[in-house]
Every structure is written in structure tokens, then in C-alpha cells.
């Protein structure tokens, strides 16, 4: 607690008054081109700015604490094509701007096209001047994927793929990278969960409290450190307002689906209080039961895979022109089972637990050459016991983290254009015990500073800066440049069952540089050098002991060294009314992969239980692939899709690295109009016969799916009902990337209804 209270002070005293330049508002209303019908939950951001609000049910808006100057504003909506409009704002005094209204008319648009990114930099972006690879899957496209877990709702995206470990243990994995390389956050805090440390861990997010989810495929350890090796996933449900609400607004959301049999519902409400605050109240559960699996696999369904959660939110804030704090309480309680073998089922292992998290956020405007400082910080109380059929506790976990980062904006300096600095310290104490540990009891602690500018690119012949043309506008050019530095701290501690402590303190640099090109309206071309940093895990140094939880006898080293992720990255988007594409090829060179290897070999235990025998290794490797998605409009109603990815992976030896997902092919075709859309679309996975000795390759397999949603606009409410049937032929197939698939397939045919309300 003690911890706790250190990040909230800390956190005050960044929102303590400062001096400020001009600041206004920009106000106004977003309708429908050609109507006074209003856009509501359209979001509305200054490019290049931290200020993204969303239109209410009448379409009205307001951005608060604007600086004066010219600013350009990105309106985005689902089933629209996005608009920029430019506003000047005045000074009107010393430390005041004016208000500026402004008018927005949307077009319809059949594709969907992102709004601002505001994962992949300090700052926010449109997409096409990011140079990296991302996405953001928000409005239909969510709901035409939100399933049980954050996992299984990714996974259709290019480049991600689902670590299927039952319903419950379903994770993320972006370019066949997964565990601690690919950083789960929510609204741009960590998760202090231990979904990164196992196979058998889920993320303790429910999807449905995604209002979207922001994908940043590739390094990105400059921003967020140690553990975003591989990429991002930003589940963004605005937990703590950042701006003000001009009217009270909610949604209730159910779901159900028939393959895990069960649903859930979520109900959520937003309140203006008072002239300067702002409250978000969300509570939900989930309940679901034993999967069920198509015909083939011996039995209707996989045991023990049924899974159970609630959560709840209360979140609020002050917000005034130049400086808010605000904070929020979650809690999510989870129970969930892990799969088994048939003919092993008095081994059955369920997993039980909660997480408690304590989060705070403030900002504050500054003068000069210092355009603001924004606080974010979590502690968070994390535990779970996994339990074997006769309820005795295996493996209990207690763990206790606290995380804060301190971001500075920086206006132009000199050669530099938009930038930031930013320094972040993560705590982490992790109890565990039981006749099961995997790991003696362990702490650790990290601390990093980075620096991130943008420096306009200077042409070769002449000392102005460089532009292009482009459809009559100049367009600068810009290096972003960044550098980051990290400093890690892991000791267990001494126990009878794993002798005395150890240590290990590792340091490491990672840096990035990158360049987008835009080609012509609507277009551009990116690319990224970057250099990545990772520390090991208290799991991969200390393990040595039986799993109960991925049935296996799993032996870390204790000696392991950092890992270095060194690569490139090339991007191409189009983001046009008719045509939306993203082309992504990367190749990396990884100094130092760690990795749990199946040494084809079994361990006996004393009480007579034989585990396969996993050692971790530390290889060097190389990986290379590419993603590709596009949509294009063909008739103003008819939409047809396409996408794909491939990923190879080879160690120094030559030999495949274990558990990767294969390479994918699919295409998709949607009749879309304002109020229904009706669509399909067929997946293609190739076969993954690539395989280190003790893994069993998988077959090829072919996946359908259908859907159609109806959204009816009443007054101030919205309602929306999408129904999806996945897996439509009842296919049985097996994830690659699954530590467990010998013995547990994925699910049978589904069908899936989501319903929500908006009001």
C-alpha cells in the first residue's frame, strides 16, 4: 500500500499549477454530409496532439486546452470516411485563446478507415505518418470479432495469431512472438497480470470493455521498455476520462455464443459532474461452459475448458483548461479450467484468482520550449491458486507491481520539430508458493529514460528543409529519432526446495529511426530501423519444477543474458473513401532468444507422474514474413477483402524455433448499408510441418465464417445486433502455435450474438 501511495503523490505533484501559454477550446458538430443528422461517437483528436474527444448524440464536441495556433483536426466514425478540418485559435489575453466552433460534414464510406493512432508514438498520429506497421480495430469491426477472450478476438487480424490454451489462457501473438515480448496494455498502462509468464495464464481483460484496440506489430520498447519486443496491444475503454462529457451517455452490451456455451453482459455509463468533472461506472460478467468441438475428436466436448469472470470499473476526473488529475479502480475476478487429455482426467488443473489495480493520470500545460507533462501509474494486487480435482492448491501466486512513467511533450527546438522525453520505473514482488512452485519466491525492479524527436529531413543540395508535393500541398518530411536506455533487477529468494538466492542485473539500449513518405493523397510509404531490448524472466531464470499448469517439467537457466531484437520494418498504407491497404515486410535479427525447447524426452516425478522434459535455451535467430490486408469498395454497398501473412523463424542451427503459427491466406466479401451489413469470409492455413524435434506438426485447415449486423438509430439511443457463425462447416483443426494441441483442438462451429445499446 505504501507503494501505492508513492505513485498517487507523485502523480499530484505532476498536476501541481504551472504557468501556462494561451489555451482555448475548440468546439463544434459533426452531422452527416448533405443532412443535419448528427455523427454521434465520432472521435475527434488534434493531429499531433494528446486532446481526442468523441461527439455525443447530437453530434455536438468540445477539445479544451487547445494551445493558440493552427491545429488540424481528424474526425473519424465507423462507416464513414474520416475528415480533417483546420482551425486557427487566437489569443484573446495573456493566458487565454478564444473558442472556435467549426462544422464537420462526414461522408458514407463501405471500408473502414482508422482514426488517430496514439500507441505507436508520444503523441498522437495519423496512421499514415507512423512509420511502423499498426492497426486499430474499433465501432463494426470489433463487434464483428469480440469474443471470450482477447486472444481469440485478435486473432483474424494480419500478422496476430491466438495462443489457444483453452478459452481461459488464450493469448496474443503478433509475428509468431508471444509470452513476455508482446506488452498488453490498457488504456496505455500494464496489466499486472502473469498472462506473459505461462501458457496457462489469461489476460484479466474482458474484451467487451474495449472501446478499441490499437495493434503496434514489431519493436516497440522505445516508449514502453522491457517487454514490447514484438509489438502492442492497447485496449483502450477510457477508464479514466480525459475529457469532458457534455451529457450523461452509456451502452449495455450482451453476448452468447454456442461453442463455449454461455455469454456475458457489460453496462457502462459516463456522467458529466459538475463544471469540471467527469465519471465512468462499468461492471460485467461472463460465464461460460466446456467447449465444444467438431466431429472427429472422440468426444462433443474438450474438458474442463469452461471459464468465468466479473469486472468492474469506477473512474473519474477534473479537467481544466491547463491541468487534470484523474483516477480509476478496477477489479477483475476470474475461474477458469485448463484442458486435459481424455484419458487424463482426475489431472485436471483449475486456475482461480482476482486482480485489484489502482490507476492514476495527470497533466499539465507548460510554457516555452515544455508544451506539457503528463503522469501515468498503476499498483496493482494480483493472485491466483491453481487447484487440482480435489480442490488442493498446486501453485499459488502473489503478485504485487507498480508502474509509473512521466511523459514531457517537447515543442520546436532548433532542428527538432514535435518530440518527448519520458522516464518510467516498474516494481515488481512475486510470491509463490505451494508443492508445485515452478519458481522460488522472486522480486525485481526497472528503470528507463528515453528520448524521442522529430527532425525534418534536410534535402542533399540545399539547406531548407525538405518537402513533397503532394496533390497541391507541401508535405515536410520527418526523421522520427529515438533512444532509449534500461536498467533490470531479478532475485529470487532462498528456499529449501530451490536453494539460495540469486541474482541478475541486466542493462540494455534500444533505439529507433524512421522515415514515412507521403505518395499521393490518401497514401504512404514507411519504414523503421529499430534495435529492442529484453531482460529475462524470473520463469525462464529460475523454473525447475512440474508445470501442473501446461503439464510439462520445465528447467530455466539461471545464467541466461539479454535478448536483442535488431530490425527493419517496411510499411505501405493506402487509406482512401474506396480502398483501404496495408503491405508490412519485416526481417530481425535476435541476439540471445530465449525459449522453452521440448527436449522429446519424459521426467517421473516421485509421486509417479511423467512430464515431458521442456529446458530453456538461448539460441540466436533469425525471422523474417510479411502481412498484407486490403478492402476495396466495388459497388457503393459491396466490399471485398483480402489478407494474409507468413512468418519463418530459424535459429543459428538452422532448426525452426517451437510453436510458431503458420502462414495464412483469406478473403472476405460484405454488403454494407447504413443500418445492415451482411458478409463472409474463408481463412486458409497452411500446414506447419516446420518443427523442432518433440513438437508434432500440424495440418492445413480451412475456416468460414459468416455474419450480419443491424444497427437502428432511435432518437439519442443506438442499438446494434450482430450475429456471427464461426467455423460455419465444423471443421476440427489444431493452433500451431499451442503448447497443448496434441491433445486439444479448437473449438467446433460457434454462433456468436452481440448486442449493444447506446444511450
Not at 509463490?432 to 515452478?438: C, E, I, N, R, T
Not at 534535402?459 to 533490470?488: F, K, M, Q, T
Not at 516421485?606 to 523474417?624: H, K, T
Request: proline residues 6%; charged residues 20%.
Amino acid at each position: 500500500m505504501r507503494s501505492a501511495v508513492c505513485i498517487l503523490v507523485a502523480g499530484l505533484l505532476a498536476v501541481s499549477p504551472l504557468p501556462t501559454g494561451a489555451q482555448g477550446v475548440v468546439a463544434g458538430r459533426v452531422v452527416v454530409h448533405g443532412s443535419a443528422v448528427p455523427a454521434a461517437a465520432a472521435r475527434v483528436g488534434v493531429i499531433g496532439g494528446d486532446r481526442i474527444t468523441a461527439t455525443g448524440a447530437d453530434g455536438e464536441f468540445a477539445l479544451r486546452a487547445v494551445p493558440a495556433g493552427r491545429h488540424t483536426l481528424h474526425i473519424a466514425l465507423i462507416g464513414f470516411a474520416p475528415a480533417r478540418a483546420v482551425v486557427n485559435v487566437p489569443v484573446a489575453g495573456p493566458l487565454r485563446a478564444d473558442t472556435v466552433r467549426v462544422l464537420i460534414e462526414l461522408l458514407p464510406a463501405a471500408v473502414t478507415l482508422d482514426g488517430i493512432q496514439v500507441t505507436a508514438t508520444p503523441t498522437g498520429r495519423d496512421p499514415l505518418s507512423v512509420a511502423q506497421s499498426t492497426s486499430t480495430l474499433g465501432g463494426r469491426d470489433l463487434e464483428r470479432s469480440i469474443s471470450t477472450s482477447l486472444g481469440a478476438t485478435l486473432q483474424s487480424q494480419p500478422g496476430l495469431a491466438a495462443r489457444y490454451d483453452g478459452p481461459g489462457a488464450s493469448a496474443p501473438i503478433i509475428r509468431g512472438l508471444s509470452g513476455d515480448r508482446v506488452l498488453i496494455l490498457q488504456d496505455g498502462q500494464r496489466t499486472g497480470d502473469v498472462a506473459s509468464t505461462a501458457p496457462d495464464h489469461g489476460v484479466t481483460i474482458d474484451p467487451a470493455s474495449a472501446g478499441r484496440v490499437e495493434i503496434v506489430r514489431g519493436p516497440a520498447s522505445l516508449l514502453y521498455g522491457n517487454n514490447a519486443v514484438g509489438g502492442v496491444i492497447n485496449v483502450i475503454s477510457d477508464d479514466i476520462p480525459l475529457t469532458l462529457p457534455t451529457r450523461a451517455f452509456g451502452s449495455l452490451t450482451v453476448t452468447g455464443e454456442s461453442a463455449s456455451p454461455g455469454g456475458g453482459g457489460q453496462m457502462e455509463l459516463v456522467s458529466p459532474v459538475g463544471s469540471r468533472g467527469a465519471l465512468r461506472v462499468r461492471a460485467g460478467a461472463r460465464t461460460h461452459g466446456d467447449v465444444r468441438v467438431a466431429p472427429g475428436f472422440g468426444a462433443a466436448t474438450l474438458p474442463n475448458t469452461y471459464m468465468r469472470n466479473a469486472h468492474g470499473v469506477i473512474g473519474g476526473a477534473l479537467i481544466g483548461d491547463r491541468q487534470s488529475i484523474g483516477a480509476a479502480y478496477r477489479g477483475y475476478g476470474f475461474d477458469y479450467g485448463l484442458p486435459v487429455p481424455l484419458n487424463a482426467l482426475d489431472q485436471a488443473v483449475t486456475i482461480e484468482g482476482s486482480r485489484h489495480e489502482l490507476l492514476l493520470h495527470g497533466e499539465t500545460k507548460a510554457p516555452g520550449w515544455l508544451e506539457g507533462v503528463r503522469v501515468e501509474a498503476n499498483a496493482q494486487w494480483y493472485h491466483h491458486d491453481e487447484l487440482d480435482v480435489e480442490g488442493r492448491i498446486g501453485t499459488a501466486l502473489e503478485l504485487r507491481s507498480q508502474h509509473v512513467r512521466a511523459l514531457a511533450r517537447t515543442r520546436a527546438i532548433g532542428p527538432f520539430r514535435d518530440g518527448a522525453i519520458g522516464v518510467s520505473a516498474l516494481l515488481r514482488q512475486n510470491g509463490v508458493s505451494g508443492a508445485s512452485a515452478l519458481t522460488p519466491a522472486n522480486a525485481g525492479w526497472g528503470a528507463g529514460v528515453f528520448v524521442f524527436q522529430e527532425i525534418p529531413l534536410a534535402c542533399l543540395a540545399r539547406s531548407e528543409r525538405c518537402a513533397i508535393a503532394v496533390d497541391g500541398l507541401e508535405r515536410e518530411l520527418r526523421v522520427p529519432v529515438g533512444i532509449r536506455y534500461d536498467r533490470y533487477v531479478i532475485e529470487s529468494r532462498e528456499s529449501e526446495a530451490f536453494g539460495p538466492a540469486m541474482r541478475r542485473e541486466l542493462g540494455g539500449i534500444s533505439a529507433s529511426v524512421g522515415v514515412t513518405v507521403p505518395l499521393i493523397e490518401g497514401a504512404s510509404v514507411g519504414g523503421t530501423v529499430a534495435r529492442a531490448f529484453r531482460s529475462p524472466t524470473a520463469e525462464e531464470l529460475y523454473s525447475r519444477a512440474g508445470h501442473t499448469g501446461t503439464g510439462a517439467f520445465e528447467i530455466g537457466d539461471p545464467l541466461l543474458g539479454a535478448e536483442t531484437n535488431t530490425g527493419l520494418d517496411l510499411v505501405l498504407r493506402v487509406a482512401r473513401p474506396s480502398m483501404t491497404a496495408q503491405l508490412s515486410a519485416y526481417a530481425s535479427r535476435i541476439d540471445g532468444y530465449i525459449a522453452l525447447h521440448p527436449t522429446g524426452r519424459d521426467t517421473v516425478l516421485a509421486d509417479a507422474r511423467r512430464y515431458p522434459l521442456y529446458v530453456v535455451a538461448q539460441r540466436d535467430v533469425r525471422m523474417r514474413g510479411a502481412e498484407a490486408s486490403i478492402e476495396r469498395a466495388v459497388t457503393a454497398r459491396v466490399v471485398l477483402g483480402a489478407m494474409g501473412d507468413v512468418v519463418h523463424a530459424r535459429d543459428a542451427t538452422g532448426g525452426p524455433l517451437p510453436f510458431m503459427p503458420p502462414a495464412r491466406l483469406g478473403v472476405s466479401a460484405r454488403w454494407e448499408a447504413r443500418a445492415l451489413a451482411i458478409g463472409g469470409g474463408v481463412r486458409h492455413a497452411f500446414a506447419q510441418r516446420t518443427v523442432p524435434g518433440g513438437e508434432s506438426p500440424t495440418p492445413d485447415y480451412t475456416v468460414a465464417d459468416l455474419h450480419a449486423s443491424l444497427r437502428l438509430v432511435q432518437s439519442s439511443r443506438a442499438h446494434t445486433l450482430t450475429v456471427r457463425v464461426e467455423n460455419a462447416a465444423n471443421v476440427l483443426y489444431r493452433d500451431a502455435a499451442s503448447r497443448i494441441k496434441d491433445f486439444a483442438p479448437n473449438p467446433g462451429r460457434s454462433t456468436v450474438l452481440v448486442y449493444r445499446l447506446m444511450f
